[in-house]
């Protein structure tokens, strides 16, 4: 670093010279055609100094001489020739070929120069991009050098002497170049990245000395032939399939997203601007990690979980991620909304791209996973309560298990009166109660609010299926015989329409009152415009009221919004109980429930074009005229192609009510399209078609709530064939 140029000779230290004008080092080369050392100084200067001058100049251990002996000895370091370049040197070669001059090449920043022996310039080439490295090699014309020059854009450019003869794209920036023969190969380009990546390339292919032996003339078969033909287009077909966008399995995937709960909840709680009014509201955190088996490009990550759930921080973005390397990152989630969620899931979700060969900016691709948030997040324990307004009873083929086995997050060890019965406060005030027969193989959940009984549900069927699980026993299995409970489902229906319809209302009230606004304004301003003063005969007064009004109307509009977004969460946690209950009710497979999903769960979020109720009102139209239509008269009708919002919810309501009847008297969820054969397989021998008129013939049961027969009531309606739905149960009694 202090411009000491030392020698060796084998492993001794022969001697050390100072060079002059010295401030950082540059490229240092030899030339054994001159017995020199030629570099290039701080001064951007390239310059040449003979071994035999260095070898007599001042020792560098000798250098507190003085100026004045210096000159009288004569031994100062004396340059041999110097040529200004006018800027800093990346590399200096020298080169001796047979078939070419013994050249000194020097790469500079934005041009590379050749120069004869004696620092003349042979010839000189401008860049026009940012050069990393080079190498010149010999060329096959005589009198010329070839030399690759790598770059900062991942370019190789092949030049013969000032000429561009060819331009290939690297993987990589590389930071030293090298033509090398491997065996039989010659002409090998080994690159090496600043990072320690080593790749051999190979540019063309070897010449084909081989020439193919003139054939007799022969009849064609056409037949072989075309038959050959289609064997290898099947061939290139199968190999130029696009891997990359086709699925892989988890342990072929290129990258792997996995999201970690922690089991318990933060200890300082991370929640920001909470609506809801609870002294306290939790968080927990969740640990996302990302594995990289391959280089990806531009990694960004989504967190996304369901309103009114909030992450502390929703989007992150990485640098490129190298093989067999990992991220992981650290957030919250919490209750932000003051309404209980409708699910307790999240969703992590990786954007990158895979770069190729032929497409470098890479291939887009997304990773995702899903992970399961805990109850406690949005309920606490509490005491049970006796009364409730709502209740539902789920049966099981095994015996009760003790609440402190399957819910030890919510019982207190040491209180034996919950091993039956436990309570849940939610953070937004409701409270369900949950409680296990002593006799009987049920559990009850009740509740005021039938919304709230879905969580408490969901949490329950699942604990209870993996306690199962674990004991190796694979035949548990949960039912529900009660009654579907259709009408507080209604009410919950008419509510959320309710505020859609007060949404529209205070659409139009804003429409008017500034429609109103603008004209009194136009007026007040043809008055002040006039150059004749005018009373305002109290314009100005109703300007003033008409803008308290647009502001007053705007701001029972956005508490309506609000409300909106309460009412569609509370009916998306009943409709997933419903969901629940249906498929419990009537053992559907999964693929049943997945269309059950998809006809009453369309939409994540409610908007004014586009809503729930006339949404789920098409799906169960179109199901009842396709794999439950009693008759091929049904299958003909055909469906409005346009979605709008009803006047009212009683057709809604009115096909829930005869699809859950469909469902009870033997109809069965598919999207095939012969449904009319379909529906008589599924049917038993001995079922009478199914009425219509008065919605399937007392299909409400009279009562507070609405109902749809059991699913005991259908299984002794089938061991009947021959009688009424009356005349079953008289049958059955003793």
Known sequence: MDGMLMLFEQESYAFGRFLPGFLLPGPLTYSSRTDSFITVSSCRQVESYKYQVLAFATDA?????????????????????????????????????????????????????????????????????????????????????????????????????????????????????????????????????????????YLGTDPSLFQAPRVDSREINYEEFEAEMKELQKIIKEATKTQDILPKSEKHRDLIVTAEVSPDLDAESQAIDSEVKAEAVPSVTVKITIQSRVTAQKPNLAVCVQAPLAVTCDQFVFDDLEPDSSETVVLSVFLKGNCSPSELEGNCMVSYNIPTELNPEGIPKVAQCNFRLPLRLVCSPAQPSKAANHKITIDTNKPPISFLTIFPDFVDPSEDDQANVLGFQFLTGSKTTLLASKTSQRYRIQSDQLEDLWLITRELTLRLEEHFKKQNCKDFACTFSGSIPLQEYFELIDRHFELRLNAEKFQEL???????????????????????????????????????????????????????FQAFTKLKSATHLMIMLISLWQKLSTDQVAVLEATFLPLAEDTPELGWEETVDAAISYLLRTCLSKSSKEQALTLSSQLRMPKDTSRLKKNITLFCDRLAKGGRLSLSTDSATQQATVMPGGCTTIPESDLEERTVIPGSTATVPSHGQIAKQKSKPGLSEDAAEQAEKP
């Open 510 to 564: 804003l429409s008017e009152r500034a429609v109103q606004f603008r004209a009194i304004e136009r007026r007040l301003l043809t008055r002040f415009k006039d150059k004749t003063p005018a009373p305002l005969q109290h314009l100005d007064t109703l300007l003033e009221g008409t803008f308290r009004e647009v502001i007053a109307l705007a701001d029972a509009a956005e508490e309506n919004q609000a409300n909106v």
């Open 61 to 201: 251990d000798e250098r507190q001489e003085t100026e004045q002996q210096k000159l009288s000895s004569g031994k100062r370091v004396a340059v041999d020739w110097v040529l200004n370049i006018g800027e800093q040197a990346l590399d200096i070669r020298v080169v001796s070929f047979n078939q070419a001059v013994s050249s000194v090449f020097v790469l500079g920043e934005r041009n590379f120069f050749c120069l004869k022996d004696n620092g003349q310039i042979r010839f000189m080439k401008k860049l026009d991009y940012s050069p990393s490295c080079f190498i010149p090699y010999c060329s096959v014309k005589e009198g010329t050098i070839n030399t690759l020059v790598g770059n900062h854009s991942k370019m190789l450019n092949v030049y013969q002497d000032i000429t561009l003869k060819w331009a290939t794209q690297l993987p990589h920036i590389p930071v030293s170049v090298k033509v090398a023969n491997l065996q039989d190969l010659k002409g090998v380009i080994v690159t090496l990245t600043d990072d320690g990546h080593l790749q051999c390339s």
